[in-house]
């Protein structure tokens, strides 16, 4: 049997009478979180989902009380940027939904930066190992010298 990449059956399924409404849904949801994305502060709009706009009401999943919390300030001044966009909203209700962005880590790590691991390179560690030379015995030397023994690429 012929393997096929996911994509090219999702594409094939969209185009099936029974399936577009959903798949049409599915694409509108993505541009609007894209679009959401780009109004909120880059390091909210990770921990923030849209849900569907219905009887002009946004409904927005997000992490933890500290968003949702920021979130609900940021209220009057979200309405105003989606009205300028076209949307129409009228209220905006928040859920929090805890532990939402360690069950779909994967998920999200392709949307955002992945932690890599620091790796000083061989100029640093030369750089960082003369500083260290310089310093008298201390809690910065030996913080230093861990730091090159930790991070050193070799």
């Known amino acids: 049997m012929t393997s096929y990449k996911a994509s090219t059956y999702l594409n094939h399924l969209s185009k099936l009478p029974e399936y577009k409404k959903i798949f049409s849904l599915i694409h509108q949801l993505h541009a609007n979180q ?13 921990y923030c989902n849209l849900g569907q706009i219905s009887n002009g009401k946004l409904t927005i999943m997000v992490e933890n009380g500290a968003v949702a919390s920021k ?13 300028e966009l076209g949307w129409e909203v009228t209220s905006i209700q928040i859920f929090v939904q805890a532990h939402f962005y360690f069950k779909n880590k994967n998920l999200l790590a392709s949307k955002e930066h992945t932690n890599k691991k620091i790796e000083l390179s061989s100029t640093g560690k030369e750089c960082l190992i003369k500083l260290a030379a310089t310093l008298p015995d201390s809690e910065l030397k030996s913080t230093i010298q861990s730091f090159v023994k930790k991070y050193s690429v070799d």
Do not use: D, E, G, R
Request: aromatic fraction near 8%; charged fraction near 15%; charge should be positive.
């Open 34 to 46: 894209l679009v959401f994305s780009n109004i909120v502060p880059p390091h909210m709009a990770k």
């Open 71 to 83: 979130l609900k300030q940021m209220t009057p001044s979200l309405l105003y940027k989606l009205k």
